[in-house]
């Protein structure tokens, strides 16, 4: 008998749980005792907690922290002359026409000059003075900092300056981090930025970790990081910037699996949950970016190309002062909840469904939770007077709204990088994303939607088909195309020392491992650049069409020039989570109920997945309902159950598909 394997997704309303074996469970997210919920979930499941117990973890903590700001003082040594570099950051700003602009994050209040120099070369004209760097320590240390990051100018050329700092501040009795060591590659403010960040959120992590370690010390525990690679809790004390993305990451792995089936390679992936909704464009699988930027803040980290907006089911429904209907940013989380909760919730975007009749109020969580439509129409009350509307209309407009931010964001995925949505299927996950995939792709001129089983698990269903993975990297400004075409071997053979090095410490050999190498290349000239799998051959060619596609052009005949090495050691593919079994019996009933859609109110037939057997074809309006999302087939959609991957297909009738 094997062991039992989990995943589990702490999200900012639910915790999602799936074990290998297919049970499925979901639990009400809390902030103060995450242990105490992975507890739970071990007792509610049956699992005795062992060694031989595998978690895979997901969560929203790091995300969370970087959106409100809630970080640890740190203390930041840099070079003398370049206190102000992070406050300065770059030209582009968010408002560029703002009479009085400001940061997105504040400038960082705990800054202390040393004096050190090493040049562009990476050559040292100053080494830093044990005295000096002690008087700037213990004046940070005075000012209340939680920990100490060294960050020089040049050092991802040489980081012995930096080295020998870090070194004289353990006298101090603090953490110290030097930037080289999480970011060796240029481009200062990024790699300042990264690690002053990475250090403000050590303090929480290790909180966290420690929290875990109490309630399930026994169990063997890895999280999920944000290039969709299981990370030991350890390294994710050390690099907690590395779970930046970590539930949403999870959620695409589940994506590909479940809805790349019958030759689909072209996904956008629609991942709508309580507090938020992410979304992807995938082909041949998920994509991978080397920096992002969460709450203003660069981070020079690998994670996959996910962008993130504030509308999810418990995103709050108000009226601003101008008059207009405004759906979000806040959310009303797990406590109260949407009004529909019956704990005095406000009105928020499943209560616009409820209301609609669009989830079925005794069957949410597999009736194991009911909500009210009588609070969601009371909530709904004094709002939609103030507008002029009826319950009804006034709960559409907030659907309108919440899916007009959704839409933007697959539009800045798709057509704004030279993308045709026409040609892509939507993949909807998330506890609402099935609620709101027909009214989406519509509005794109999409023909095709996809729901894996479960899509209110699949980022803990994806957790599972996660694997170990490696990562590092090191600029190179100055190494020609031709060199390192000529000698791969030698250019990339340090790193692959490292991340190896890392990997033989999980207890993997060079046998269970594949190794891939990347570059970020540019035009020479450029001050931006694109990562492209490393080949030995015709780099240039590769460049200039990743460059077309990507900007609309490409210029042959000016040079390339790499700037990064990249590597990526991916450990064995685990198995997969089993696929569940499809109901065998084609004589099944639908409920009927009134739903309120943009037509009008439409008698329709609510379904449970459960029953649903292979090919069976519901044609809309009608209502799926299942233990973890509902889906809604708009009027002119037809869905059917695919056999080979248990998913539901919903399609417009008569249109080209993907």
């Not at 996950?429 to 519509?442: K, P, R, S, T």
């Not at 100055?478 to 075409?485: F, H, I, N, P, T």
């Given at each position: 008998?094997?062991?039992?394997?989990?995943?589990?997704?702490?999200?900012?309303?639910?915790?999602?749980?799936?074990?290998?074996?297919?049970?499925?469970?979901?639990?009400?997210?809390?902030?103060?005792?995450?242990?105490?919920?992975?507890?739970?979930?071990?007792?509610?499941?049956?699992?005795?907690?062992?060694?031989?117990?595998?978690?895979?973890?997901?969560?929203?903590?790091?995300?969370?922290?970087?959106?409100?700001?809630?970080?640890?003082?740190?203390?930041?040594?840099?070079?003398?002359?370049?206190?102000?570099?992070?406050?300065?950051?770059?030209?582009?700003r968010p408002s560029l026409f703002a009479l009085h602009p400001r940061p997105a994050v504040p400038p960082p209040r705990h800054v202390a000059e040393v004096e050190e120099r090493i040049d562009a070369a990476g050559q040292v004209l100053a080494s830093p003075d044990a005295g000096d760097v002690l008087r700037a320590g213990r004046r940070l240390r005075r000012q209340g900092v939680k920990s100490f990051v060294v960050c020089f100018l040049h050092s991802w050329r040489n980081p012995g300056n930096e080295r020998l700092a870090a070194e004289i501040l353990k006298e101090l009795d603090l953490p110290v981090a030097v930037s080289s060591d999480l970011v060796p590659e240029f481009r200062e403010y990024e790699r300042f930025a990264t690690a002053a960040t990475n250090a403000a959120l050590r303090p929480l992590m290790e909180a966290y970790v420690a929290r875990i370690r109490a309630s399930l010390g026994r169990a063997s525990i890895r999280?999920?990081?944000?290039?969709?690679?299981?990370?030991?809790?350890?390294?994710?004390?050390?690099?907690?910037?590395?779970?930046?993305?970590?539930?949403?990451?999870?959620?695409?792995?589940?994506?590909?699996?479940g809805g790349s089936a019958k030759g689909r390679r072209r996904l956008m992936t629609l991942d709508m949950g309580g507090t938020s909704t992410d979304v992807a464009l995938m082909e041949s699988g998920p994509g991978l970016v080397s920096e992002c930027v969460i709450g203003g803040r660069p981070l020079k980290i690998p994670v996959m190309d996910i962008h993130t907006v504030g509308a999810g089911g418990g995103s709050v429904a108000w009226v601003d002062g101008g008059g207009a209907l405004r759906v979000g940013p806040r959310s009303a989380g797990a406590d109260p909840g949407p009004a529909a909760y019956r704990r005095g919730g406000p009105f928020t975007v499943t209560d616009a469904h409820v209301l609609l009749g669009r989830i079925p109020e005794g069957r949410f969580l597999g009736g194991d939770f009911e909500l009210d439509g009588k609070c969601s129409r009371r909530a709904a009350l004094p709002l939609a007077r103030k507008l002029g509307l009826t319950p009804e209309d006034f709960a559409l407009g907030v659907l309108r709204v919440a899916e007009a931010t959704m839409e933007r964001a697959l539009r800045t995925i798709s057509l704004e990088r030279g993308h045709d949505p026409r040609r892509f299927a939507l993949v909807a996950?998330?506890?609402?994303?099935?609620?709101?995939?027909?009214?989406?792709?519509?509005n794109l001129d999409m023909d095709t939607v996809v729901v894996p089983w479960d899509p209110g698990l699949l980022s803990a269903r994806g957790m599972l088909s996660s694997r170990v993975i490696e990562s590092r990297s090191r600029g190179v400004?100055?190494?020609?195309?031709?060199?390192?075409?000529?000698?791969p071997s030698r250019v990339f053979a340090a790193l692959e020392k490292k991340a190896m090095r890392t990997m033989k410490s999980e207890g993997f050999s060079t046998r269970d491992v594949?190794?891939?190498?990347?570059?970020?290349?540019?035009?020479?000239?450029?001050?931006?650049?694109?990562?492209?799998?490393?080949?030995?051959?015709?780099?240039?060619?590769?460049?200039?069409?990743?460059?077309?596609?990507?900007?609309?052009?490409?210029?042959?005949?000016?040079?390339?020039?790499?700037?990064?090495?990249?590597?990526?050691?991916?450990?064995?593919?685990?198995?997969?989570?089993?696929?569940?079994?499809?109901?065998?019996?084609?004589?099944?009933?639908?409920?009927?109920?009134?739903?309120?859609?943009?037509?009008?109110?439409?008698?329709?037939?609510?379904?449970?997945?459960?029953?649903?057997?292979?090919?069976?074809?519901?044609?809309?309006?009608?209502?799926?309902?299942?233990?973890?999302?509902?889906?809604?087939?708009?009027?002119?959609?037809?869905?059917?159950?695919?056999?080979?991957?248990?998913?539901?297909?919903?399609?417009?009738?008569?249109?080209?598909?993907?």
């Open positions: 008998m094997s062991s039992p394997s989990l995943g589990i997704d702490v999200g900012g309303t639910f915790t999602d749980v799936v074990t290998r074996s297919g049970r499925v469970l979901k639990l009400p997210s809390n902030a103060e005792d995450p242990g105490g919920v992975f507890a739970r979930a071990f007792e509610a499941l049956g699992i005795e907690e062992s060694p031989l117990v595998e978690v895979v973890h997901g969560t929203t903590v790091v995300t969370n922290a970087l959106l409100t700001g809630d970080l640890a003082p740190v203390g930041i040594l840099v070079t003398k002359g370049f206190r102000d570099l992070i406050a300065l950051g770059r030209q582009n999280m999920l990081q944000s290039d969709g690679g299981r990370l030991s809790l350890d390294r994710a004390r050390e690099e907690p910037l590395r779970l930046a993305l970590s539930g949403p990451a999870g959620g695409l792995l589940g994506a590909w699996a996950f998330g506890g609402a994303g099935g609620l709101h995939a027909c009214a989406l792709a519509e400004l100055g190494l020609s195309l031709d060199e390192l075409q000529s000698h594949v190794v891939e190498r990347l570059c970020d290349l540019r035009y020479v000239g450029q001050s931006f650049e694109l990562t492209l799998p490393f080949s030995e051959s015709d780099l240039k060619g590769a460049f200039d069409r990743a460059h077309e596609a990507r900007h609309g052009f490409a210029l042959a005949t000016v040079d390339v020039e790499p700037v990064a090495l990249r590597v990526r050691i991916l450990g064995p593919k685990p198995g997969r989570p089993r696929r569940p079994r499809l109901a065998q019996s084609l004589d099944i009933r639908a409920e009927r109920r009134d739903v309120v859609f943009l037509e009008g109110t439409r008698r329709t037939a609510i379904w449970d997945r459960a029953d649903l057997p292979a090919g069976f074809v519901v044609k809309g309006p009608a209502v799926v309902a299942e233990y973890s999302a509902t889906t809604v087939v708009l009027p002119g959609w037809t869905l059917e159950v695919e056999a080979t991957s248990a998913a539901m297909v919903l399609r417009r009738p008569g249109r080209r598909r993907p």
